[in-house]
């Protein structure tokens, strides 16, 4: 079956510290593996998009892994902000016959001052 | 650019009564997604349209929900009879191309509440 699972559910760290969130997925056939973040009330925003053969990948202060062996994601936020608190969600496209976006439940950041 | 836009951004409904959620796409995007949102949980994929053709429309209730993109541009979600349980937000997705592997834009959502 295929799903996607983050980690930890929620987190909470203080203004200035970094963070890193998990993603784990048995999602086949892979196809690429996006973190998007959400803001309380509005609409998810795409923060990286990557393929099978991408490692690691930038957004400024974010920044995330792939190991596609293992399938195993993670999202480092790095120098952290006050309007970094959101939700993260993972979510990995399945390719094949019946292509669709799997979605995680999110990781809830908050970061206190 | 403009972005996806959705309205209306907040409805009160009593269960049994009908609901409609419309939205614009970004200029030039064939695909577009309507996802239904729980608190604490991810988007859950209701209905996918490229271009005019719905897709995927394997998790719609169709007991109750509809969808249409005519002429393959806006969209309208229509929920009729509404039930307590569809208390939820409805976001609405665009994306270029038709291969579904392209960035996802989101609406802001609409948030409907049924008492």
């Known amino acids: 079956k295929n799903q996607v699972e983050q980690s930890p559910q929620s987190l909470i760290i203080l203004e200035g510290k970094n963070c890193t969130l998990q993603c784990n997925y048995t999602v086949s056939p892979f196809s690429n593996l996006r973190w998007y973040k959400q803001d309380t009330g509005r609409g998810p925003v795409s923060l990286t998009i990557m393929t099978f053969s991408e490692n690691t990948k930038s957004n400024g202060r974010y920044t995330a892994t792939l190991d596609a062996d293992t399938k195993q994601s993670s999202l480092h936020i790095t120098a952290s902000q006050l309007s970094d608190s959101a939700s993260y969600i993972c979510?990995?496209?399945?390719?094949?016959?019946?292509?669709?976006?799997?979605w995680g439940l999110g990781t809830s950041l908050a970061v206190n001052p | 650019e403009a972005g996806v836009v959705q309205s209306p951004r907040y409805k009160i409904i009593e269960k049994k009564q009908p609901v409609a959620f419309w939205c614009n796409p970004i200029?030039?995007?064939?695909?577009l997604y309507w996802y239904l949102q729980n608190l604490g949980q991810g988007p859950e994929l209701l209905i996918r349209y490229e271009n005019e053709e719905a897709v995927d429309d394997s998790q719609l209730p169709k007991d109750r929900f509809s969808a249409e993109r005519l002429k393959g541009v806006d969209s309208t979600l229509k929920i009729q009879p509404a039930e307590l349980g569809d208390s939820a937000v409805y976001l609405c997705?665009?994306?270029?191309?038709?291969?579904?592997?392209?960035?996802?834009?989101f609406g802001e959502g609409s948030r409907l509440t049924v008492l």
């Open positions: 979510v990995v496209f399945a390719a094949g016959n019946n292509r669709k976006l799997i």
């Open positions: 200029s030039g995007h064939n695909t």
């Open positions: 997705a665009s994306s270029p191309g038709t291969a579904n592997t392209g960035e996802l834009f």
